[in-house]
Nanobody
Framework: QVQLVESGGGLVQAGGSLRLSCAAS????????MGWFRQAPGKEREFVAA????????SYVDSVKGRFTISRDNAKNTMYLQMNSLTPEDTAVYYC????????????????WGQGTQVTVSS
């Protein structure tokens, strides 16, 4: 079992920045690839970014490329999502997730999920 807890969400104006954190406990953090997903009201949960166990390989959905950066610190059992140049379209609940497989944009690949943190971007 891996327990995941997100933090760092909040209310920010368009153009602003936030950094989300995902703290992991339980099994060895570095054994898992990690991902960030988000779900806006009335919409399906969607992939945002993923990172492999070492942090050497990352991937992003096109809409956040150049604005968001995923990273991890295995010594701290923590993953991050730095979000810059935020727009109202980024408003959603953001979830972190862990998979024992390769990093993936597919929700079903992830066995462990956090409870989510709300990000609201005002115009």
């Amino acid at each position: 079992q891996v327990q995941l807890v997100e933090s760092g969400g909040g209310l920010v104006q368009a153009g602003g920045s936030l950094r989300l954190s995902c703290a992991a406990s339980g099994r060895t953090f570095r054994n898992y690839a990690m991902g960030w997903f988000r779900q806006a009201p009335g919409k399906e949960r969607e992939f945002v970014a993923a990172i492999n166990w070492s942090g050497g390989s990352t991937s992003y959905v096109d809409s956040v490329k150049g604005r968001f950066t995923i990273s991890r610190d295995n010594a701290k059992n923590t993953m991050y999502l730095q979000m810059n140049s935020l727009t109202p379209e980024d408003t959603a609940v953001y979830y972190c997730a862990a998979t024992a497989a390769w990093p993936s944009p597919r929700i079903y690949e992830y066995a462990y999920w956090g409870q989510g943190t709300q990000v609201t971007v005002s115009s």
